[in-house]
């Protein structure tokens, strides 16, 4: 990669950066093809998000619907929500955090 001289083949440099941009994109669709699961109140609510983060569904069990207790319903959505999403950052993290090492060890803005 390297001509006489010590100059960077700007050619390889190029080519290199062109492969880790369609490296990215292929990742990045594959997270947003990819589902996660969490769930809260011992499966009474569950959250599907996609590898990306975008929620896609959600399930309620008639257990978990209490009309005199919505704020526990709201709770366990919230945490059902927190925990597909956590899944989720795992999932970019482990697809995601091999190019960005690839780049000298970052992407400014990208969580690892």
């Known amino acids: 990669m390297v001509f006489p001289g010590g100059q960077p083949n700007m050619q390889q440099l190029l080519q290199q950066a062109q492969k880790m941009q369609q490296d990215l994109a292929a990742a990045q669709q594959e997270l947003a093809e990819t589902m996660v699961e969490g769930s809260a109140g011992g499966g009474l609510v569950k959250a599907t998000v996609s590898g990306a983060g975008e929620l ?5 069990s008639p257990e978990a619907v209490d009309p005199d207790d919505t704020e ?4 366990l ?7 597909a999403n956590n899944a ?3 999932l970019q993290q482990q697809k995601l955090g091999p190019l ?6 970052g992407i400014p803005g990208l969580p690892f």
């Open 88 to 90: 989720a950052q795992n």
């Open 77 to 83: 959505v919230l945490a059902a929500v927190r925990d």
């Open 100 to 105: 960005a090492q690839g780049l000298g060890g």
């Open 56 to 60: 896609q569904s959600l399930y309620i």
């Open 72 to 75: 526990t319903l709201a709770d």
